[in-house]
């Protein structure tokens, strides 16, 4: 490209500096070689100029208006040129002057640059939008005009003008006359290649109207000056040139003006048409924008604008319970809440169906804005449920149509589409978030939880442990208080995931400062309400048993704070054991003092003591059974001669095989202690 | 998991929720805007209606603890009624009896309110 542009300019300059060289040497071309050596220079030199500017003519081509406006400008500029040249060389007479000759070069290139720019606009818009190449008519046309132009160079009559001596083409010529009237055939021929207009919207339609109208004046005056003698003189086939072209832009542009007058009235069904197509384009940028659903609002209200003409959009969104009013334009967000709360409110819009409302035929709009007269309202609906609804309104007289409220209609779907997507996607981003939280609170919850279990004599200690997928809050640990005494804790927090994460780590720091005081358990309880009154949620609550044991006094103290029961097998018998008591922070009064019950257990040798949560006897089967109480007493009776550690084995065994193809919704934690003296081997004491 | 829904009645200034399904974490907000909306009605003497209820998780048990202060507060309560076996035994090993009234009828616990007045 660039090197053809190179060799296209390369082409003009250098036609141009021969055709200078020659005008100095010969400064009038009094003999026939001469003179036609200088015509053919002229030509080929406007010609070379035209090939070369017709490419700066290329890019601006989807904007045939702008053509016009350049193709204006530039003969505005020859008419000021051709007004000023007479002035400017009524003192040069003597035409062979070397001032002459430099001033009328000059003058004349910028006439072959200014010419062969117009013409390169009056082909482009020529060629624009045409189906069939005309390329053909139109080289011939060119050739035409070369040939007219060299006629009049060689058939013509020597005039005296003003007492100058200026050359015209001999009128009386039949070969001349011959070739005019061929060349003027051509260019009504080509004249009527106008495709380009019907593509313009109507407000570009009437400035080519009254652009029309200024280039026909212009190409009418400058075709009809006869003062440009000096131009004459230089060359009479540049000045049939120039008269050419300007006949030509009169002709064309006087055939566009009708052309445009006739398709004036039905520009708008044009522009219509044009906004269907871009408002597809809008659909499709809309659809894909799925990320931010502020800026899909804007989308829609500004399209709407578009595809119905109107002068104010708004969109109304269902949330749960309330509507919410978004991206109102053209109108004020008052003004719209007003108005679609009216017409939602008396149900004047269908959820199932685009409405044109007349709002100067509503009854009670009184207090509605004033200056709104039609309304298009469309439902905004999802596998036939609502999500909101797209307004569109008129502040003119004229009344929305079927085919506006169609167009709103149809956009409304897409939009509905697009909103919903919009919707999943930032439920999927939450949903993922809320993962991300749990596996931050599951973590938390793991490393709360004993590293391992503690080793004391007599006593067989196993604990379980499984979380579910959404953190259950469930915590157990043990803490040693002398060295007979040590504790343990298995507690439950209601709710899930972080808060519940967090509210264990509370828990867990008030259970090991408080087991270090040498509080009974019913007096640590009793604190740990007391504490956690200050930060506890409202709504959470924490069900605990605590409980001591005693290894030299060989005894089980324990308290039950709204807890699942405690489960003690002694002596070939199973019993649950539910002391009173509530939740911590179900009440902060003396009412939760007053309702802890301690209870105290002998331990003897075979003893079990299981502590467990919810989890375990809430486990459901695929029939919505719970494991229950019973099936976890009998497990535990049937293996009571086991270790701690196989006991817990064979729980989560069962359990896992009872809930079999359900999932965990709940933790599911397990404490067993074995009381065993035999274990006490002398000598370890 | 199954669903849960709660509808309003009123029986005189009582408001009567029924309840029914599974009550747990993920339903919970289900109550909490009923309650909401009492509070924002006014109507503080509360009733729930556990007959149609089938499982409650013990985020569903707090959701009563979130409201039921502010029940008090303004002369009313929220009482239990028609709970089935193993629902009460969730409120009873918490020790809601303790704290709260239960009612095998929705018309006892109707007329313990009109009794108060």
């Excluded at chain 1, 009670?364 to 797209?390: C, F, M, Q, R, W």
């Excluded at chain 1, 609550?541 to 324990?558: L, N, R, S």
């Excluded at chain 1, 939760?592 to 209870?599: A, R, S, T, V």
């Amino acid at each position: 490209m660039d090197k053809t542009n190179n060799k296209k300019i390369e082409n003009a300059f250098f036609v141009s500096v021969l055709l200078f060289v020659f005008k100095i040497i010969f400064p009038s071309a009094n003999t026939f070689i001469l003179l036609l050596i200088n015509e053919i220079l002229i030509l080929a030199s406007a010609y070379f100029w035209f090939i070369y500017v017709s490419d700066f003519v290329n890019p601006k081509v989807s904007k045939p208006l702008s053509l016009v406006i350049n193709a204006g400008l530039l003969n505005a500029l020859l008419f000021f040129l051709m007004s000023a040249s007479s002035w400017l060389f009524s003192g040069l007479k003597n035409s062979t002057d070397l001032i002459y000759v430099l001033f009328s070069s000059i003058i004349a290139f910028v006439f072959i640059g200014a010419l062969s720019y117009v013409f390169a606009v009056y082909k482009k818009l020529c060629f624009y939008r045409q189906k069939k190449n005309p390329s053909l008519y139109y080289k011939i046309m060119l050739i035409f005009f070369a040939l007219t132009a060299l006629a009049s160079a060689f058939f013509k009559a020597d005039k005296t003008v003003e007492g100058l001596k200026v050359v015209l083409p001999d009128s009386n010529s039949l070969i001349y006359n011959i070739l005019f009237a061929i060349t003027v055939s051509l260019i009504l021929a080509n004249s009527f290649r106008v495709a380009w207009i019907a593509f313009l919207n109507k407000k570009q339609k009437i400035n080519l109207l009254m652009l029309s109208i200024a280039i026909i004046f212009i190409s009418g005056m400058n075709s009809a000056n006869d003062n440009f003698i000096f131009i004459k003189n230089f060359s009479p086939a540049l000045n049939q040139l120039l008269d050419l072209v300007m006949l030509y832009g009169l002709l064309y542009f006087i055939i566009v003006f009708f052309i445009t007058l006739f398709h004036l009235p039905t520009a708008e069904v044009i522009d219509r048409k044009n906004e269907e197509l871009s408002s597809f384009k809008d659909i499709s940028k809309m659809m894909s924008q799925v990320f931010d659903s502020e800026e899909l609002y804007e989308t829609i209200t500004s399209t709407t604008l578009k595809v119905s003409n109107a002068n104010a959009s708004w969109l109304v969104i269902n949330n749960n319970d309330d509507t919410t009013i978004h991206s109102v334009k053209g109108i004020g967000l008052i003004e719209a809440k007003q108005l679609s709360d009216f017409l939602l409110g008396r149900k004047i819009v269908s959820s199932s169906e685009a409405k044109i409302i007349d709002i100067t035929e509503v009854k009670g709009k009184e207090d509605l804005p004033k200056d709104i007269y039609t309304i298009v309202s469309a439902p905004l609906s999802i596998h036939n449920s609502n999500k909101g609804y797209l307004f569109a309104a008129r502040k003119t007289y004229y009344r929305f149509e079927e085919e506006d409220s169609k167009s709103v209609s149809t956009f409304a779907d897409f939009a509905a589409i697009a909103l919903e997507n919009t919707k999943l996607l930032e439920e999927s981003i939450e949903k993922e978030r809320l993962e991300k939280e749990l596996d931050v609170a599951r973590d938390v919850q793991y490393k709360l939880l004993p590293q391992k279990i503690p080793e004391y004599k007599n006593l067989d200690i196993a604990a379980l442990f499984v979380p579910a997928f959404e953190v259950g809050g469930d915590y157990y640990d043990f803490f040693e208080i002398d060295k007979n005494k040590f504790a343990v804790v298995i507690a439950d927090v209601s709710g899930k995931g972080i808060e519940a994460a967090f509210i264990m780590a509370e828990v867990k720091g008030i259970f090991s400062s408080l087991s270090k005081l040498n509080f009974s358990t019913k007096e640590l309880l009793i604190k740990a309400n007391s504490i956690l009154e200050r930060s506890l949620p409202k709504k959470i609550f924490v069900t605990v048993t605590f409980g001591i044991i005693d290894t030299k006094e060989e005894k089980f103290t324990f308290v039950r704070a709204g807890h699942s029961p405690l489960l003690y097998l002694s002596d070939n018998n199973i019993s649950r054991l539910v002391p009173q008591g509530i939740g911590l922070g179900l009440n902060f009064t003396e009412k939760f003092d007053n309702l802890l019950k301690e209870m105290e257990i002998k331990l003897n040798n075979n003893d079990i003591i299981i502590l467990f949560t919810d989890g375990i006897n809430e486990t459901l089967n695929e029939y919505f059974e719970e494991f229950g109480y019973d099936r976890l007493e009998k497990l535990i009776f049937e293996n009571r001669h086991l270790s701690a550690d196989q006991i817990s084995k064979s729980i989560m065994k069962a359990i896992t095989t009872f809930s079999k193809n359900r999932s965990q919704h709940d933790d599911i934690t397990l404490v067993i202690l074995k009381w065993n003296n035999n274990i006490n081997k002398p000598g370890v004491n | 998991m199954a669903d849960f829904n709660v509808t309003k009645r009123e029986v005189g200034d009582v408001s009567i929720l029924d309840v029914n399904g599974f009550l747990d974490a993920h339903t919970a907000p289900d109550l909490e805007n009923a309650f909401n909306n009492l509070i924002e009605n006014k109507n503080y003497k509360v009733v729930i209606n556990f007959s149609g209820l089938k499982y409650i998780s013990s985020a569903g048990l707090g959701v009563f603890m979130a409201y039921v202060e502010t029940m008090r507060d303004n002369g009313g309560d929220i009482k239990f009624s028609n709970l089935k076996d193993d629902v009460y035994n969730v409120f009873d090993l918490l020790g809601f009896p303790m704290l709260y009234e239960f009612y095998k009828s929705e018309d006892e616990a109707i007329a313990k309110y009109n009794r108060a007045k």
